[in-house]
Structures are given as C-alpha cells and as structure tokens.
C-alpha cells in the first residue's frame, strides 16, 4: 500500500501542527497497528515524523504532505470505519 497525495486541499484554518508533537502517542498507535497490519505500519513509521503535518478534522487524525509552501493531504484509503 502506498500513500497518495490528495487533489483536495484543506481550509486555511486547518491547525496543523508537525506530526512530532504527538511522537509518544503516534509510536503507541503505530505500535498497535502492527499487529494488525505491518506494512501500513512500517510505512507510517518511515514518515518523517519532523516535517510531516497532521491536524484534527471531523473527528480524525488527518496526515500531510507539503508540496512547496503548500499542505496537501494524503489520501486516506481507509475508512474510518474499517479501521475500528
């Protein structure tokens, strides 16, 4: 599986904040997942945990990529409820 840029861009109010503010409870989940899906997981854990922005919308993590000066968000191939 591989992660995708999205063609939608987020509201300019999106927070988003640098994904390593939230390394402990990122590596806890990340963690977690493994036993589920290790290479999802070992994907996640290649991110660049530094520079890859992440903000909350509608009740979910969302992950990003920057494309310039620009925030694109990647795809999610995952529903929300699947991943439950």
Not at 17 to 32: E, S, Y
Not at 50 to 66: C, F, N, Q, Y
Not at 69 to 83: E, R
């Amino acid at each position: 599986m591989r992660l995708r840029m999205s063609r939608m861009t987020e509201p300019a109010a999106a927070a988003w904040q640098p994904v390593a503010l939230l390394d402990r409870q990122f590596r806890a989940n990340v963690a977690a997942l493994a036993t589920r899906d290790t290479a999802l997981a070992e994907q996640l854990r290649a991110l660049p945990a530094d520079e890859t922005p992440v903000t909350a919308v509608a009740g979910a993590l969302r992950l990003a990529g920057r494309v310039g000066d620009a925030i694109q968000p990647l795809h999610n191939a995952v529903p929300p409820q699947a991943a439950e």
